[in-house]
């Protein structure tokens, strides 16, 4: 019997080559984002993701039309850059209600099915910026740190029930995301110009880092496995920096960032 799965924020990137790998997997394959963008294979269902009820809305159409749901990505996200000091609190708590509170609505959606069913498969997109946060994008590494706490806390609550979680932690993606960061540079003139700096060098390494496809290829390999590692890097690089940073003393580890992206 195929495996059901939903992708979130799966019209573009990481998210639709996700599903589109899923599909070529056999599996039954649904997305849910805002708009549109057909992909053979792949199933559209319109969800706001910081809406709960239309969020739980596609989720019971998901369940009515296929009776399980095996597997979760929850991909949606979107990145803003500036100094803390300037960031509008409107904007912070716009990168948490997507990024984090609209994971949490989806995975709430589906973990019922998954529970009464005996089994499923949570993947969550973080990033390396979660266990190494980057000055000048506070608010999107809090976001992915505190996507990190939640998988791991509830990875022990559902594990009885035979669903596993996880994190998967990518570094720099050449896709649309980087277009999509909502930048301040407000405050420059007092950061001596190290906010534009600190993105600019961002999106240098974004624009030359891991196509989408084999981003979402991997994506997909791990939301296909029973169980894995709760926290993973996506490459074999970012999985390097992943163990740098648990071994290396944070003061140490802090300060090599600051070097990179905050000078």
Request: proline share 3%; net charge positive.
């Amino acid at each position: 019997m195929a495996k059901v799965a939903i992708v979130t924020g799966g019209s573009g990137g990481i998210g639709r080559c996700t599903a589109a790998e899923l599909h070529r997997a056999g599996c039954t394959v649904y997305e849910f984002s805002r708009r549109e963008k057909p992909q053979r294979g792949v199933t559209h269902m319109s969800a706001d993701m910081t809406d709960e009820a239309q969020v739980r809305a596609a989720v019971e159409e998901v369940l009515r039309r296929e009776g399980r749901i095996d597997i979760l990505v929850n991909n949606a996200g979107f990145g803003i850059s500036g100094a803390a000091e300037t960031t509008q609190s409107k904007d912070a708590h716009a990168q948490l209600e997507l990024n984090l509170y609209g994971m949490d609505k989806a995975t709430k959606a589906v973990l019922p099915a998954m529970r009464s069913q005996g089994g499923g498969r949570i993947v969550c997109m973080s990033s390396i910026a979660g266990i190494l946060p980057i000055p000048f994008q506070l608010w999107y590494s809090v976001s992915k740190a505190a996507i990190n706490a939640y998988v791991l806390a509830l990875q022990n609550e559902v594990r009885p029930f035979g669903i596993s979680v996880c994190a998967v932690m990518p570094g720099d993606i050449a896709s649309g995301f980087t277009d999509a960061r909502k930048k301040s540079s407000a405050g420059d003139d007092v950061y001596a110009g190290r906010i534009e700096r600190s993105v600019a060098v961002m999106e240098k390494d974004e624009r030359g880092g891991m196509s989408p496809a084999d981003a979402g290829a991997y994506v997909a390999k791990m939301a296909l496995k029973k169980r894995s590692k709760p926290l993973v890097g996506l490459g074999f690089s970012y999985k390097a920096v992943a163990v740098l940073a648990k071994l290396l003393p944070r003061r140490l580890s802090n300060w090599i960032v600051g070097q990179i992206y905050a000078k």
